[in-house]
């Protein structure tokens, strides 16, 4: 087994009282993505969002990177803060729900992890966005990752595909592209029977849109009988980034305050 190569784990911190959280970024995002729900909580928490291995400030990812690592990492921050709350969007929910099965975590709140579940593959999309970035086509593989999670389901590729162009253009996501082949590896290390959380003790959310792809809400369903202390709740009118600040964080934060008090 290939040792874990440690790494610098940066964060940003919100608020200063109240009970500690912390919100795990999904891919294709970093802490920045979080920084409207976490000033949703600060009134009543204490919040930290640290920016995942390779993304933001914090420090490279070593060979082999994988849900090893990225469980490392959070229960570095864990340990560090001396926070017992956490919430995951995506594949930071894999991490934290499998992270669940071994660290001090007391309260867990999940939007939509991207697990495998049925005949779906969530990771069905990697090997053409690996060609297109080695050919340098940086807004083709933002296209691929985008259409392959489920998003703009009902936009032509050949039209999303400028407007990707654009979006890359310039801004934080062109980094942030690349990333995805680590959330990649999350999904595909976390892969087993989702029977494999029937160990989880902490208190469990399990949050979605009603608007988010359907494989995502049949993961959902699969976790809720399994998970022996989960709730459920679905946000009307949102899909999948609901907690980023493109989304409605304010609808994700009224939840998580329930939750985390």
Not at 68 to 83: C, K, M, N
Not at 168 to 186: C, F, H, K, N, Q
Not at 192 to 219: F, I
């Amino acid at each position: 087994m290939m040792a874990l190569v440690k790494t610098d784990i940066r964060w940003r911190a919100f608020g200063d009282g109240g009970p500690k959280v912390v919100l795990l970024h999904g891919g294709m995002q970093s802490s920045a993505n979080f920084t409207k729900l976490a000033r949703e909580l600060a009134g009543d928490f204490t919040v930290y969002v640290p920016d995942r291995r390779g993304r933001g400030f914090s420090g490279p990812v070593g060979p082999g990177h994988g849900l090893r690592a990225e469980i490392a990492d959070l229960a570095a921050v864990l340990d560090e803060t001396g926070a017992r709350n956490v919430f995951g969007l995506s594949s930071g929910a894999v991490v934290a729900l499998r992270a669940a099965l071994d660290l001090p975590i007391e309260r867990l709140a999940l939007y939509e992890p991207p697990l495998k579940h049925g005949a779906h593959d969530p990771v069905a999309w990697l090997p053409r966005y690996e060609r297109e970035l080695s050919q340098g086509r940086t807004a083709a593989a933002f296209t691929t990752v985008v259409k392959g999670t489920g998003g703009a389901r009902f936009l032509p590729r050949a039209v999303m595909r400028p407007l990707a162009g654009l979006a890359v253009r310039g801004s934080e996501i062109a980094e942030l592209v690349p990333t995805m082949r680590l959330d990649a590896a999350v999904v595909e290390d976390a892969s087993g029977p989702l029977s494999t959380y029937a160990g989880v003790t902490a208190e469990t959310l399990l949050l979605g849109g009603d608007r988010s792809p359907t494989y995502l809400t049949s993961v959902l369903n699969g976790l809720e009988p399994v998970l022996p202390k989960a709730s459920r709740v679905t946000l009307p009118g949102v899909g999948h980034l609901a907690a980023d600040n493109s989304g409605k964080p304010a609808l994700v934060a009224a939840e998580l305050r329930k939750f985390f008090k």
